[in-house]
């Protein structure tokens, strides 16, 4: 069985900044590709960032310029570092990898942290 467990949540003022983690661990074969995604009350989910295992990233709009995602393969962690953050940041940010396990490959997420960005 896979989890991946977020932490680094919280309340912020704007322009302040976070650092989300998150670790996956269980049966894990290998992870490919991990990422950050968020949703706000009312909203789609939306994806933030994500990286491959060779470290190439993918920003969405939102987090261009403001968010840096980086990987520790060999921990199987995936951060989010996030400045500058605005109120309109404020949501719950769920980690996401592509995990393949002894039943094949999947998408994995985690409980979701919860971003406050608020004065």
């Known amino acids: 069985q896979v989890q991946l467990v977020e932490s680094g949540g919280g309340l912020v003022q704007p322009g302040g900044s976070l650092r989300l983690s998150c670790v996956a661990s269980?049966?894990?074969?290998?992870?490919?590709?991990m990422g950050w995604f968020r949703q706000a009350p009312g909203k789609e989910r939306e994806l933030v960032a994500s990286?491959?295992?060779?470290?190439?990233?993918y920003y969405g709009d939102s987090a261009k310029g403001r968010f840096t995602i980086s990987r520790d393969n060999a921990k199987n962690t995936v951060s989010l570092q996030m400045n500058s953050l605005k109120p309109e940041d404020t949501a719950v940010y769920l980690c996401?990898?592509?995990?393949?396990?002894?039943?094949?490959?999947?998408?994995?997420w985690g409980q979701g942290t919860q971003v406050t960005v608020s004065s």
């Open positions: 990286i491959t295992t060779s470290g190439s990233a």
């Open positions: 996401w990898a592509y995990i393949t396990t002894s039943m094949g490959q999947k998408n994995y």
């Open positions: 269980g049966s894990i074969f290998s992870t490919g590709n």
